[in-house]
């Protein structure tokens, strides 16, 4: 089993940065594949960003793209989200999954991520 904790979320001026981190424990969690998603009240669970273990390859999603910067730390087993540029429509629970066995072709899907965290709120203020 693998354990997700994520920290760093909190209250935000639009405009303003904040650093996500998100420790994984337990099996194999240092040769995890380990992503981000969010979810904004009524709204479905959307893609943000995910890092490969295996050569740190990203994805971002167009919305944070050029706004997002993913990485890892494998001897922390951790791994970051720093967003800058904030909108108000960044505000959202982020969570960090991981999934079993990744595959390229599903990198932005929910249902392909097995391990979840408890989730961070992120609120940015205009």
């Known amino acids: 089993q693998v354990q997700l904790v994520e920290s760093g979320g909190g209250l935000v001026q639009a405009g303003g940065s904040l650093r996500l981190s998100c420790a994984a424990s337990g099996r194999t969690s240092s040769s995890l594949t380990m992503g981000w998603f969010r979810q904004a009240p009524g709204k479905e669970r959307e893609f943000v960003a995910t890092i490969l273990w295996s050569d740190s390859y990203t994805y971002y999603a167009d919305s944070v793209k050029g706004r997002a910067t993913i990485s890892r730390d494998n001897a922390k087993n951790t791994v970051y989200l720093h967003m800058n540029n904030l909108k108000p429509e960044d505000t959202a629970v982020y969570y960090c999954?991981?999934?079993?066995?990744?595959?390229?072709?599903?990198?932005?899907?929910?249902?392909?991520?097995?391990?979840w965290g408890q989730g961070t709120q992120v609120t940015v203020s205009s």
């Open positions: 999954a991981a999934p079993k066995y990744f595959s390229a072709a599903f990198y932005a899907r929910a249902d392909h991520y097995d391990y």
